[in-house]
């Protein structure tokens, strides 16, 4: 599992993300996978930051990458 990392886009930051992560099979995210997004105001944004960044059960799927935007 490789991190690709990138900026969040317009639309997250209007929407107050600071954080998202996709699991995908190419360096983009695609239609097959479910992007997380964590929001400013999120609780335990911390937490769930950490846990969205921990690839590592996925290491033996058929995804090949993380994408994490912040």
């Not at 886009?9 to 479910?34: A, M, P, Y």
């Not at 335990?44 to 993380?66: A, G, M, T």
Request: with cysteine.
């Amino acid at each position: 599992m490789r991190k690709v990392y990138k900026k969040l886009s317009e639309e997250q930051k209007k929407r107050d993300v600071i954080f998202s992560s996709c699991l995908s099979v190419c360096r983009t995210e695609t239609t097959e996978g479910t992007i997380h997004e964590v929001f400013k105001n999120t609780e335990d944004k911390d937490e769930r930051i950490r846990r969205l960044k921990d690839d590592s059960f996925f290491n033996e799927s058929h995804f090949k990458f993380n994408i994490i935007r912040n």
